[in-house]
C-alpha cells in the first residue's frame, strides 16, 4: 500500500523538510538544503505507538517536533480502530540538525494521552503555537 503523507512543513531555517506517512507510520527529516537533491538524515520509525503520526509542528528554534496520531475519526475508526477504545497522543521528537543521519528519536519523557479524558478517549487532531511561525499565526 502506498503511503499517505498527511502533513509536511519546512523549518524556518529552510534546511529541513518533515513529513509524516500516517499509514506507513513513519516521520521522516530530509536536509533540503541542495533542493534538487534532498537526503534522508532522520526517520522514526518501528515505535510501539497507537495509530500512525497524523500531523507535526515544530518549535521555532527547530529542536522539537511534535506529532499527533489522529486524522478524521472515520478513518482512525477504519484504519485504527483501536483508537476509538484507547484514544490518540502527542509525542514530542528532539530534532538534532548536526548529528546527522538519525538526528530524530523519540522524547520518553514527553507523552499526553487523551485516553483517560474526563468524556472518554478524545482524538488530538493537530496543535498550534500561538504567536509562533506561519503554520499557526494563519489560525490567529
Known sequence: MPG??????I???????????????????YNIEDPK???LTGQIWGK???????MIQLSLDGKRLYATNSLYSVWDRQ????LMDTGSHIIQIDVDTVKEPDGL??????????????????????????GGDCTSDIWI
Do not use: C, K
Not at 79 to 82: A, N, R, S, T
Open 4 to 9: 499517505l503523507i498527511t502533513d509536511f512543513l
Open 37 to 39: 537533491n534532498p537526503v
Open 48 to 54: 510501539s505507538l497507537r495509530g500512525g503520526p497524523q
Open 79 to 82: 484504519f485504527y480502530p483501536e
Open 105 to 130: 528519536s523519540i522524547n520518553p519523557d514527553f507523552f499526553v494521552d487523551f485516553g483517560d479524558e474526563p468524556d472518554g478517549p478524545a482524538l488530538a487532531h493537530e496543535m498550534r503555537y500561538p
Open 11 to 29: 523549518s524556518l531555517d529552510d534546511r529541513f523538510f518533515y513529513f509524516v506517512n500516517w499509514l506507513h507510520g513513519d516521520i521522516r527529516q
